[in-house]
């Protein structure tokens, strides 16, 4: 089953609005958790790394102000897209470090459409 | 910086039939390099990994030699099932961080 869980996989907003999306880690816990953005036929790019406890690391070229990032406990991250505008479609994924072993899960990711 | 670029294009092959996708590499130093699979509606699973030149990963029936002297690492695998229908992605780690950059993937869909 999987262990990183992904909520919601598909959003659909109005431009402006805000929309969250949460990357939760389901037996074991994540010090780190990593955001990427898939375009269609694309690969995934790397967003940022999200800390828990602290702030998160991000990319070049991604604004900080714009993908807002919270990672207040060892299971869950949240990326909120403040807004929102058509650009900001996409297809995102999350993926968690297990604190214990070092091992990499990815979430099932989340398709975010904004009208 | 640090990249990967798999072949163009989607793969559709026969049941039994040989696969290889193939994966290359820039990257400064010594980095690890994995093959991801994601079947329909899941995540990415990391599905075998090298983390050294000449090192082999396999699973399933897939494989893959860490080629330093090419920078690649192709994927193979002698006889594909249906079941093997997913998108593989090629990456590397170049600083042991879990910090990954990603090919564009491929689509593999094998037809019975």
């Known amino acids: 089953g999987a262990v990183v869980s992904q909520h919601p996989s598909r959003v659909i907003c109005k431009s402006g609005t805000s929309v969250k999306i949460e990357c939760r880690s389901l037996?074991?816990?994540?010090?780190?958790m990593f955001w990427y953005r898939q375009f269609p036929k694309q690969s995934l790019m790397l967003m940022a790394t999200?800390?828990?406890?602290?702030?998160?690391?991000?990319e070049q070229g991604v604004e900080k102000d714009k993908f807002l990032i919270n990672h207040a406990s060892l299971t869950l991250s949240t990326l909120t897209v403040t807004s929102a505008h058509p650009e900001d479609s996409s297809f995102y994924i999350c993926?968690?470090?297990?604190?214990?072993?070092?091992?990499?899960?990815f979430g099932e990711g989340s398709r975010l459409t904004v009208l | 910086g640090n990249s990967v670029t798999q072949m163009e294009g989607p793969v559709t092959l026969s049941e039994e039939a040989f696969l290889t996708i193939n994966c290359t590499y820039t990257?400064?130093?010594?980095?690890?390099l994995f093959w991801y699979v994601q079947y329909p509606g899941e995540g990415l699973q990391l599905l075998l990994k090298?983390?050294?030149?000449?090192d082999k990963g396999s699973n399933k029936g897939f494989e893959a030699t860490y080629r330093k002297e090419t920078t690649s690492f192709h994927l193979e695998k002698g006889s594909v099932q249906v079941s093997d229908s997913a998108v593989y992605f090629c990456?590397?780690?170049?600083?042991?961080?879990?910090?990954?950059?990603f090919g564009k993937g491929n689509q593999v869909v094998v037809i019975p």
């Open positions: 993926s968690a470090r297990d604190q214990s072993t070092g091992e990499l899960f």
């Open positions: 037996d074991f816990q994540a010090t780190t």
């Open positions: 999200s800390n828990e406890g602290s702030k998160a690391t991000y």
């Open positions: 990257a400064t130093g010594y980095p690890s």
């Open positions: 090298a983390t050294k030149a000449d």
């Open positions: 990456a590397l780690s170049a600083y042991g961080n879990n910090r990954l950059a």
